[in-house]
């Protein structure tokens, strides 16, 4: 939160210490400032100046309260990393264990073929290596502002700075672009020497070529299918509980199937309808009187 504030030669992380001259000054001037009010403006004025010197002082509080708190979670989260990393180097079997100095010459040899005994390994070490050393720049940091730190990190950095392997060079070179000549992160470690021997003779490189003929005709162990243990509240039944299965009986029929419903007859089909019949026409009926009556001739004159 106080890394927004770049003020050119002021830290913010710093607890800010005045000395005691400075505060003997203050209060004298603050003493005069209250007797002039007093004598020109009255008990008012004083109020008003007093509630003032109140208010600057609240805010000092506050600032370096909030100040000592996130120190406080910056070192916390520091040792809660260093622990991890510490962790997984003391694991049992650990193979890291060998990136430690002090093992003596006689472990040289084992040691070696266990950190380059497959690509994993050896990318392990490195991931671990670079790990560390990043957390050595954040640790370096704040030991600038709290120096009662900088003694918790003697050990990370003997680890680094023995760099038995060329681990830590190889990170370097790889993430930093340092050369022989020039890196400006060895100023971290308190004896670099090492280090910078391995970035000149390439001892990482070197021990990767040596080793490296031996991986394609290693045996890769089985791997074991990853089972899921069962909960603490699960119950299994005993082999006691279990009634005998007979093998030779015969197996239980299957239930006859349900007899299936009666098809409902079958409606008959409607016959079509008789296209209607044409309309006859019927000869108009005689009546009787025409019937009974012939035409005469017309008669001759």
């Not at 004025?45 to 003032?52: D, E, G, S, T």
């Not at 070179?173 to 000149?200: F, H, I, K, Q, Y």
């Not at 019949?277 to 001739?297: C, D, K, L, W």
């Amino acid at each position: 939160m106080l890394d927004k504030f770049s003020l050119s030669g002021l830290d913010p992380y710093m607890p800010l210490t005045v000395p005691l001259w400075a505060v003997g000054a203050a209060a004298v001037v603050l003493l005069l400032l209250l007797l002039v009010a007093l004598f020109r403006g009255g008990l008012g004025a004083v109020i008003r100046i007093a509630f003032l010197v109140l208010a600057v002082a609240a805010a000092w509080v506050l600032f370096n309260w909030m100040q000592e708190r996130d120190r406080i979670e910056a070192r916390r989260a520091l040792n809660t990393r260093l622990d991890e990393l510490a962790a997984r180097v003391l694991a049992p079997n650990s193979v890291f264990g060998c990136l430690e100095p002090g093992l003596g010459d006689a472990v040289d040899s084992a040691c070696e073929k266990e950190l380059f005994a497959g690509p994993e390994t050896v990318g392990a070490a490195t991931a671990l290596v670079a790990a560390r050393w990043s957390l050595l720049g954040r640790a370096v940091d704040y030991a600038k502002r709290d120096p009662s730190y900088d003694v918790r990190l003697n050990g990370l950095r003997r680890s680094l700075q023995a760099d038995r392997y060329g681990f830590l060079a190889q990170v370097l070179v790889t993430r930093e672009g340092c050369t022989v000549t020039r890196c400006e992160g060895l100023d971290r470690l308190s004896d670099p020497t090492r280090v910078r021997a391995n970035l000149a003779e390439r001892t990482f490189e070197n021990l990767v070529a040596r080793n490296a003929v031996a991986w394609a005709n290693r045996t890769h162990p089985p791997v074991a299918a990853t089972t899921i243990a069962p909960g603490a509240n699960v119950s299994f039944p005993s082999a006691a509980s279990i009634p005998p299965v007979s093998i030779m009986g015969t197996e239980p029929g299957a239930a006859a199937p349900a007899a299936a419903a009666p098809t409902p007859p079958r409606r008959p089909a409607a016959q079509p309808k008789a296209a209607p019949r044409p309309a006859v026409a019927r000869p108009a009926p005689i009546s009787p009187r025409a019937t009974g009556t012939t035409a005469e001739p017309a008669s001759d004159q």
